[in-house]
């Protein structure tokens, strides 16, 4: 309950300061998610809001802490895109408060109330804590006497700590907990505590003459063990009441956005729903953005089959390998912050690694280039490899064990895509900034660009507007299959996102705010073998690069655990698009791309080439049979039938491939290529697929 101490009559803003420009006005009826973000580039990005929300924003305070008004303030809604140059938060929520003043004529009444919280402190006598050992981050039950509750929290930091007191040991914290410790490490720590209803009868025996019981230990004495203190204080917050506010209809929009028609509109839906039928997929999500304004934002089929959830815009989706380019970015930080050397050697940071990493450089992790065996394949990630996808490992565990891995080539001789390149990033971001990689991701990326969706994957936490991931089997759909925590934590794509937060990313990779141009530069240029030449998948760091048409496209995409997902930026034309789906072996970059032209028909891709069938000798065939690793997951297996060779993709059918050339290969059923690349004997070591780019698979089988 909220308690008034004061009341404090607001004065009239003096409307001196405004924003460069400014587009406000009734939100579009067709759309049903709301989005509010005040971006650092001095852009704010406000969609389908309540007027009560907006001034919730402006004054950054919780929604509940807005009051009164008339009605229309919870039900009229509004879009607001507004630019300034690049601004401290401050500075862009005073221009937001002057412009909503200003439009609608607000005159606001603010009082400073208190509600009750604990506090988390350092005791007296200073924290117990033991620096985290590993990247495992979770507070799991743990075994131990039977009259307490016990957790085993690892790699956990203190903000975590007071989130999960409430929810852990609600008979004693009926509040929210602040984090007042400074501490800003990540722990392990146990907590060991008996639930109130037993400890209260505990003390009440006690307190009548019975011996205390050493089992009673209160949550607020189980903290205390780690030298924190756990304290009920008084928060004050400062709270608005609305006295008076203009009716939206005398609000007119300075300008009009460029919306999609129509037309376009339903040429999108009826392909987008062509596409999913086409490929069985079950749920998909689409985002089109202009320089981070979303044009369309919008969910397909369901998000979790048996419950019967529809995909909406705030539905959230496995990023995959899509990952990777936040992961490429923050490196970028800490290369710009003199961190880190694009040219250090990778040893600088794995001193316990072999002689033969010395070569090898930051630069070749970030562009596959490294040389470094994939740990993911099925021999390594199976019962029997050192990478079980079922079993955890600490963080050093996972490294040691990487670190017994093969070399196969001599830094920036070839390119290979292998998912260890950006463990091991991560890992780096981790020694370097004593952060683990996704809590610097939060802090540095997701946290500014108002990215409240985005997140490491946690199959524990209860997360709003998760969807579910499925497999093909045979025809039959099927749930995902559960793999670790410790697999669901590595920078090689780990993560959660929603098409609502990639328009975010995409603003943020316009303009200077996120990076700097020359570091931009840098990841989105074509990483050269050390012949000098582009390497064959023309392949950046952490995206690929590409052309259509002559326009210029920036793209990547993801695969893992029953998800797939794909984002094009026609950076020449100011387009994005990215569509997230939740079925393994989907092909959503061509729906990416199909989507794109229907939004600018010069985005076509060309009709492709034509492709003739040879004849070749039978015997050849037996050479190329076997599974193919394209990425986390996704196998490409191909098998002989007869004088002839099918390939199938991880969930999806088996479709025959004919020869041009003895290894040259075409499907006709969809415009890819498959390259082998044999060996001396004619066995077939790897595979090049040629479908909206070029990707190099290893022979795991």
């Given at each position: 309950m909220?308690?008034?101490?004061?009341?404090?009559?607001?004065?009239?803003?003096?409307?001196?300061?405004?924003?460069?420009?400014?587009?406000?006005?009734?939100?579009?009826?067709?759309?049903?998610?709301?989005?509010?973000?005040?971006?650092?580039?001095?852009?704010?990005?406000?969609?389908n809001a309540t007027?009560?929300?907006l001034i919730a924003a402006a004054y950054d305070v919780d929604l509940e802490l807005v009051t009164g008004g008339p009605a229309w303030l919870d039900?009229?809604?509004?879009?607001?895109?507004?630019t300034t140059a690049p601004a401290s938060k401050d500075k862009l929520l005073k221009l937001v408060r002057n412009l909503l003043g200003s439009r609608f004529q607000l005159t606001l009444r603010n009082s400073l109330r208190t509600s009750p919280v604990y506090k988390l402190t350092v005791a007296k006598d200073g924290p117990k804590l033991q620096p985290a050992a590993g990247s495992e981050k979770g507070c799991p039950l743990a075994s131990g006497a039977p009259a307490q509750i016990h957790l085993a929290c690892h790699n956990f930091t203190m903000a975590d700590l007071a989130d999960i007191l409430p929810r852990a040991a609600g008979g004693y914290v009926q509040f929210d907990v602040l984090d007042q410790t400074g501490l800003t490490d990540a722990f392990d720590f146990p907590l060991d505590w008996m639930?109130?209803?037993?400890?209260?009868?505990?003390?009440?025996?006690?307190?009548?003459?019975?011996?205390?019981?050493?089992?009673?230990?209160?949550?607020?004495?189980?903290?205390?063990?780690?030298?924190?203190?756990?304290?009920?204080?008084?928060?004050?917050?400062?709270?608005?009441?609305?006295?008076?506010?203009?009716?939206?209809?005398a609000v007119e929009r300075t300008s009009k956005p460029a919306w999609l028609t129509a037309d376009q509109s339903a040429a999108i839906d009826k392909y987008v729903t062509e596409e999913m039928d086409r490929g069985h997929i079950p749920g998909l999500s689409v985002g089109i953005y202009s320089r981070g304004q979303i044009l369309l934002a919008k969910g397909y089929g369901l998000a979790n089959v048996e419950l019967n959830v529809p995909v909406k815009a705030e539905t959230i989706f496995q990023s995959g390998s899509v990952g990777k380019q936040f992961v490429s970015a923050a490196v970028m930080m800490l290369v710009e912050e003199g961190k880190a050397g694009l040219d250090d050697s990778v040893a600088k940071y794995f001193p316990n690694a072999p002689e033969s990493w010395n070569p090898i450089l930051i630069k070749n992790l970030l562009s596959h280039t490294s040389g470094l065996a994939e740990y993911e394949t099925p021999e390594?990630?199976?019962?029997?490899?050192?990478?079980?996808?079922?079993?955890?490992?600490?963080?050093?565990?996972?490294?040691?064990?990487?670190?017994?891995?093969?070399?196969?080539?001599?830094?920036?001789?070839?390119?290979?895509?292998?998912?260890?390149?950006?463990?091991?990033?991560?890992?780096?971001?981790?020694?370097?900034?004593?952060k683990f990689y996704a809590d610097f991701l939060q802090e540095r990326?997701?946290?500014?660009?108002?990215?409240?969706?985005?997140?490491?994957?946690?199959?524990?936490?209860?997360?709003?507007?998760?969807?579910?991931g499925y497999t093909q089997?045979?025809?039959?759909?099927?749930?995902?299959?559960?793999?670790?925590?410790?697999?669901?934590?590595?920078?090689?794509?780990?993560?959660?996102?929603?098409?609502?937060d990639l328009?975010?990313?995409?603003?943020?990779?316009?303009?200077?705010?996120?990076?700097?141009?020359?570091?931009?530069?840098?990841?989105?240029?074509?990483?050269?073998?050390?012949?000098?030449?582009?390497?064959?998948?023309?392949?950046?760091?952490?995206?690929?690069?590409?052309?259509?048409?002559?326009?210029?496209?920036?793209?990547?995409?993801?695969?893992?655990?029953?998800?797939?997902?794909?984002?094009?930026?026609?950076?020449?034309?100011?387009?994005?698009?990215a569509v997230l789906t939740n079925l393994a072996g989907a092909r959503p970059g061509p729906i990416v791309h199909g989507v794109a032209a229907l939004v600018n028909p010069s985005l076509k891709p060309p009709p492709p080439k034509e492709h003739k069938e040879i004849a070749i000798a039978p015997k050849l065939l037996d050479g190329y049979t076997g599974k193919y690793e394209l990425g986390r997951g996704f196998m490409l297996t191909i098998a002989r039938d007869g004088d002839h060779l099918n390939a199938q993709a991880t969930g999806q059918g088996m479709l025959p491939i004919f020869p041009e050339t003895e290894r040259d290969f075409f499907l006709k059923a969809v415009d890819a290529q498959i390259a082998f690349v044999t060996d001396a004997s004619g066995r077939a070591t790897e595979i090049i697929l040629r479908q909206n780019g070029d990707r190099s698979a290893k022979r795991v089988e």
């Open positions: 909220l308690k008034v101490l004061a009341i404090v009559l607001l004065p009239i803003a003096a409307f001196c300061q405004s924003f460069d420009s400014v587009d406000l006005g009734p939100a579009r009826a067709s759309d049903q998610w709301v989005s509010v973000g005040i971006l650092p580039d001095g852009r704010v990005e406000c969609h007027l009560r929300q039900t009229e809604r509004f879009d607001l895109s507004a639930a109130r209803g037993p400890y209260d009868a505990a003390a009440a025996r006690q307190a009548a003459g019975a011996p205390k019981d050493p089992m009673a230990v209160s949550i607020f004495d189980a903290v205390a063990k780690l030298g924190l203190s756990l304290e009920k204080a008084e928060l004050a917050k400062t709270a608005y009441t609305v006295e008076k506010a203009d009716h939206p209809a390594r990630t199976g019962p029997k490899g050192p990478f079980y996808l079922r079993l955890d490992y600490s963080e050093d565990e996972l490294v040691n064990k990487i670190e017994q891995l093969p070399i196969e080539f001599k830094p920036g001789e070839k390119w290979n895509y292998r998912n260890t390149n950006y463990v091991l990033l991560g890992v780096m971001i981790h020694k370097l900034t004593g990326i997701f946290r500014p660009w108002y990215m409240n969706a985005t997140r490491l994957i946690s199959e524990t936490d209860i997360i709003p507007n998760r969807a579910s089997n045979r025809g039959k759909l099927r749930n995902q299959e559960w793999v670790s925590p410790t697999f669901n934590s590595t920078a090689d794509g780990t993560l959660y996102f929603n098409v609502l328009a975010k990313w995409d603003e943020a990779l316009y303009g200077t705010s996120l990076l700097r141009q020359s570091s931009l530069d840098r990841i989105w240029t074509v990483f050269p073998l050390n012949d000098g030449k582009p390497n064959p998948a023309r392949y950046g760091f952490g995206w690929g690069i590409d052309a259509i048409n002559g326009h210029r496209v920036i793209e990547h995409g993801g695969s893992w655990q029953g998800f797939t997902c794909a984002i094009s930026r026609f950076v020449d034309d100011g387009l994005t698009v």
